[in-house]
């Protein structure tokens, strides 16, 4: 089966998150109303509630990797993702964890890089060489 991711998530201030997800990383706004949006996050929709008020849990690192468990993210194409990490050093948005090569030499290598938005969400963008990598075992 084949389908589109849905994720939908809370802020406390949508202006401010309208202008990340809208004007920084130019994701299209789909519908919206005075206490929420809709984004076309590279084909998939995120959907963001602006509430009054957001509680944050501790952050739990996976201890081999350094990688936090509650992420999200996109794997883009080679090409977009170089571009996105040009566009993201030219600007001096602050990497989360700096753009590198995961699990080099092994089944899976792939090129990484987290930001975070303005909530503090933690956003991996990756990228295979060979696309069809993304699931494969052996």
């Known amino acids: 089966m084949k389908g589109t991711f849905h994720l939908a998530f809370a802020t406390t201030?949508?202006?401010r998150i309208k202008a990340f997800?809208?004007?920084f990383l130019g994701c299209k706004e789909g519908r919206s109303a005075d206490g929420w949006v809709d984004y076309d996050f590279f084909g998939h929709q995120l959907?963001?509630?602006e509430v009054p008020i957001t509680y944050k849990t501790a952050r739990i690192y996976n201890p081999k990797s350094n990688v936090p468990?509650?992420?999200w993210g996109i794997v883009l194409s080679m090409s977009d993702w170089k571009k996105l990490r040009d566009?993201?050093?030219k600007v001096g948005y602050a990497f989360f964890i700096e753009?590198?090569?995961v699990m080099k030499g092994e089944v899976g290598e792939q090129l990484s890089m987290f930001i975070e938005d303005p909530d503090g969400h933690?956003?991996?963008f990756k990228a295979f060489e060979d696309e069809d990598d993304l699931f494969k075992k052996e």
């Open 13 to 15: 201030d949508l202006k």
């Open 21 to 23: 997800y809208g004007k």
């Open 47 to 49: 959907t963001i509630q």
């Open 69 to 71: 468990g509650d992420h």
């Open 87 to 89: 566009k993201l050093k």
């Open 99 to 101: 753009p590198r090569t």
């Open 122 to 124: 933690a956003i991996e």
